[in-house]
């Protein structure tokens, strides 16, 4: 299980293509985006059972949110629950570029 700092620290690296650019637009404009840990570290107090199988903790990094804001103002956010982080992120920024967009500016070409 990858550490909030480690995440914050490689989430973009998973980028690539039109993708990596697209975030680059973002940057430009001052938006910012990081991973956090709403359980500060502690473990879940969840469980759970899939499809009948058996109970089993779950693991407190499916509570880790990745949140994109722009000027004080968070434009997505959400929780990764069984998402991979990389796909996780990528749907945040995304969300929050076509919100930068239906405004105006020039993100998604």
Request: zero cysteines; aromatic letters at 10%; a negative charge.
């Amino acid at each position: 299980m990858a550490t909030i700092e480690e995440l914050n620290r490689t989430w973009h690296q998973d980028l690539d293509g039109l993708n990596a650019d697209m975030w680059a637009r973002m940057q430009a404009l001052g938006v910012t985006a990081e991973w956090s840990d709403p359980l500060e570290g502690r473990a879940s107090p969840f469980i759970e059972s899939m499809d009948g199988s058996p109970y089993r903790q779950v693991p407190s990094d499916e509570f880790y949110e990745f949140a994109v804001s722009y000027q004080g103002e968070v434009l997505a956010s959400g929780t990764r629950h069984r998402v991979p982080a990389g796909t996780h992120a990528l749907t945040m920024v995304t969300q929050a570029a076509r919100t930068l967009e239906a405004r105006g500016e020039r993100i998604i070409y």
